[in-house]
C-alpha cells in the first residue's frame, strides 16, 4: 500500500509561479509511473502531467503545455510539479497518482492506483 502527500498548494496571481510536491511511501516508487490531475470547480477530473517510472518521459494536458513541467527525484521518492505563467482557468484541486505497473505510461486516471488527497491552488486575476 502506497501512501501519497502533496503540499505547496496555495493563491496566487496570475502570471505566478506555484511548485507542488508530492512525496510517495510504502512501494517500490522507482517502478511507478507518476502523474498529476486537477478537478477545477463543476468540472471533471482532468489529466495535468505524467512521467515514466525511469524519468524518460513526460507527457503533458493541452492547457498546461509549454507552462507545466513535471520531474521526479527517486532518492526523494518525490514528484514535483513545476507551474508558471498560471491563469484563473488553473484554479483546482491538484492530485499526485502513482501507476504500479511498471512499463506502463498513460494519461488515464483509471489506471493510476493511488491518489493523494489533493491540494488546493487557486490563481486570481
Known amino acids: 500500500q502506497m501512501q501519497l502527500v502533496e503540499s505547496g498548494g496555495g493563491v496566487v496571481q496570475a502570471g505566478d509561479s506555484l511548485r507542488l510536491s508530492c512525496i510517495v511511501s510504502?512501494?517500490?516508487?522507482?517502478?511507478?509511473?507518476l502523474a498529476w490531475f486537477r478537478q477545477g470547480p463543476g468540472k471533471e477530473r482532468e489529466f495535468v502531467a505524467a512521467?515514466?517510472?525511469?524519468?524518460?518521459?513526460?507527457n503533458y494536458g493541452s492547457s498546461v503545455k509549454g507552462r507545466f513541467t513535471i520531474t521526479r527525484d527517486d532518492a526523494l521518492n518525490r514528484v514535483t510539479l513545476r507551474m508558471d505563467n498560471l491563469k484563473p482557468d488553473d484554479t483546482a484541486v491538484y492530485y499526485c497518482?502513482?501507476?504500479?505497473?511498471?512499463?506502463?505510461?498513460?494519461?488515464?486516471?483509471?489506471?493510476?492506483?493511488?491518489w493523494g488527497q489533493g491540494t488546493q491552488v487557486t490563481v486570481t486575476s
Open positions: 497518482a502513482v501507476d504500479s505497473d511498471w512499463g506502463r505510461f498513460t494519461s488515464d486516471s483509471q489506471e493510476y492506483d493511488y
Open positions: 512521467v515514466n517510472w525511469s524519468g524518460t518521459r513526460t
Open positions: 510504502g512501494g517500490t516508487f522507482s517502478r511507478c509511473a
